[in-house]
C-alpha cells in the first residue's frame, strides 16, 4: 500500500490528517504529515520530510500532496520525486480521501486524483443560479 504525506504551511496539513479519521478511522495506516511553522529552517523541513517518506514508504511508494505548488514544503518535497514516489500541488480533501479509497483497493491514479481535487472546486453561487435557469427553460 502507498503511503501519504500531507506537507503544509502552518496546521493545514494536520487539519486534513484529523478530517480524514472522521471517515476511515482513527489509525490510518501510512498517513503522516508534517506543518511548516515560522522560523522553521526550509532544509531542515526538507529533511523531515525526506525521513518521513522513507518511513511511510514500506516498498509500493508514497505519494505526497503539498498545499501550494511554489511554496517551501512544494520546493523541498521535489528532490524526493522519483520510482513510486509522487508529488501533488494544491492538496485539498477531495484529493485525499480519492487516495485513501482507491489505496485500499489497488493502484492510485495520480491523475484521477488531480482531476478530482479539480472537479471538487465549484462556485455554487453560479452553479446553482445556473441550475435555476436550467429548470425554468424545463417548465
Given at each position: 500500500?502507498?503511503?501519504?504525506?500531507?506537507?503544509?504551511?502552518?496546521?493545514?496539513?494536520?487539519?486534513?490528517?484529523?478530517?480524514?479519521?472522521?471517515?476511515?478511522?482513527?489509525?490510518?495506516?501510512?498517513?503522516?504529515?508534517?506543518?511548516?511553522?515560522?522560523?522553521?529552517?526550509p532544509d531542515e523541513f526538507g529533511a523531515q520530510i525526506a525521513k518521513k517518506a522513507d518511513e511511510l514508504d514500506t516498498g509500493d511508494g508514497v505519494i505526497i500532496l503539498a498545499d501550494l505548488f511554489g511554496g517551501t514544503p512544494c520546493n523541498q518535497a521535489t528532490?524526493?520525486?522519483?520510482?513510486?514516489?509522487?508529488?501533488?500541488?494544491?492538496?485539498?480533501?477531495?484529493?485525499?480521501?480519492?487516495?485513501?479509497?482507491?489505496?485500499?483497493?489497488?493502484?492510485?491514479?495520480?491523475?484521477?486524483?488531480?482531476?478530482?481535487?479539480?472537479?471538487?472546486?465549484?462556485?455554487?453561487?453560479?452553479?446553482?443560479?445556473?441550475?435555476?435557469?436550467?429548470?425554468?427553460?424545463?417548465?
Amino acid at each position: 500500500m502507498k503511503g501519504i504525506l500531507l506537507i503544509s504551511h502552518g496546521e493545514m496539513a494536520k487539519g486534513m490528517a484529523d478530517s480524514a479519521r472522521l471517515f476511515f478511522g482513527d489509525e490510518i495506516e501510512q498517513l503522516g504529515y508534517l506543518c511548516l511553522k515560522e522560523g522553521d529552517s526550509p532544509d531542515e523541513f526538507g529533511a523531515q520530510i525526506a525521513k518521513k517518506a522513507d518511513e511511510l514508504d514500506t516498498g509500493d511508494g508514497v505519494i505526497i500532496l503539498a498545499d501550494l505548488f511554489g511554496g517551501t514544503p512544494c520546493n523541498q518535497a521535489t528532490s524526493l520525486l522519483g520510482e513510486g514516489r509522487d508529488l501533488i500541488s494544491g492538496m485539498n480533501f477531495a484529493m485525499l480521501m480519492q487516495i485513501l479509497s482507491d489505496r485500499d483497493y489497488g493502484d492510485v491514479d495520480i491523475s484521477e486524483v488531480v482531476q478530482v481535487g479539480k472537479d471538487g472546486i465549484m462556485d455554487l453561487k453560479a452553479a446553482l443560479s445556473a441550475d435555476e435557469k436550467e429548470d425554468d427553460w424545463l417548465d
